[in-house]
């Protein structure tokens, strides 16, 4: 029985990890995310609801996380540019007087 922290315990045969962590097999990383994905993809055809559950947050965990930092970094870059305004703005009344 699989937990939702461990939702591949039980992975299909071909599916290894690196025993040698000096190289990188960029060829065999691809083909073993390939394996992992249709591995979710056939849990998902076959699985209950709680399988569907864990295949939806893998397919969406990407996005969520790229939603986040662009939610992010739109309200920093909002912060500055109002703190720019606000120093422009007392820059010219301190030139200007009123």
Same mark, same amino acid.
């Given at each position: ?44 055809? /076959? %699985?209950?609801? @709680? ?12 996005? #969520?996380?790229?939603?986040? *930092?662009?939610?992010? /970094? %739109?309200?920093? @870059? ?12 007392? #820059?010219?009344?301190?030139? *200007?007087?009123?």
């Amino acid at each position: 029985m699989s937990t939702l922290l461990d939702p591949l315990d039980e992975l299909p045969p071909g599916i290894a990890q690196y025993e040698d962590y000096h190289t990188i097999d960029w060829q065999r990383e691809i083909a073993r995310d390939r394996m992992r994905h249709r591995f979710i993809v056939g849990r998902w055809r /076959t %699985g209950r609801w @709680f399988e569907r559950l864990m295949s939806a947050h893998d397919a969406w965990s990407g996005w #969520i996380c790229v939603l986040l *930092v662009g939610c992010f /970094t %739109g309200t920093d @870059f909002c912060l500055f540019f109002a703190k720019i305004i606000f120093f422009i703005v007392f #820059i010219v009344r301190q030139i *200007v007087p009123v």
